[in-house]
């Protein structure tokens, strides 16, 4: 039984990492990416959720997309040396948890499958080109505790009504 909710989320602001790479160097490459924003969180005083790392990808590139590890920080937060900053606008997203336990995989054919048959449209940003025809737009919701061999994380994927 597929389980999701739609939900429209605040403009944020949010600092921490960027990686840019193809699917075939997501291991080992964009983990340490993900652990080196975990490591340096401390640096980020103003977290809204210091308990939650957001994994934004954008699939603007062939073969693969650019994935921002970044944590939600309010204005007062400046960017540390070697960090990016970057803007998400207000969007409304379906919302999706995937278990621990379960295949990843699994989780996003079974979110593919909801929305092809939904009154909704995913979200493409104006002069934007996207390689990712399904999803190009993922946003992944990781607790900081999770089982980096068996997470569990919240996925927004930002849509529209047709």
């Given amino acids: 039984m597929f389980n999701c909710k739609i939900l429209t989320l605040p403009a944020y602001r949010a600092v921490g990492l960027k990686w840019e790479g193809t699917f075939s160097e997501i291991v080992p490459d964009l983990k340490k990416v993900i652990q080196q924003c975990e490591d340096r969180a401390n640096e980020l005083e103003y977290r809204e959720n210091p308990s939650v790392q957001l994994g934004l990808s954008y699939h603007v590139i062939e073969n693969g997309f650019i994935h921002y590890a970044v944590y939600k920080v309010s204005e007062e937060q400046e960017i540390p040396d070697g960090m990016i900053e970057i803007r998400v606008p207000e969007w409304t997203y379906v919302k999706t948890t995937h278990e621990k336990g379960k295949d990843i995989k699994k989780t996003y054919e079974e979110l593919h499958q909801w929305l092809f048959a939904s009154d909704y449209t995913i979200v493409k940003e104006p002069d934007v080109e996207y390689y990712d025809p399904y ?18 994380f919240d996925i927004y994927i930002p849509i529209v009504k047709n």
């Fill in 135 to 152: 999803m190009p737009i993922k946003h992944e919701y990781c607790p900081v505790d999770h089982d980096p061999n068996d997470p569990h």
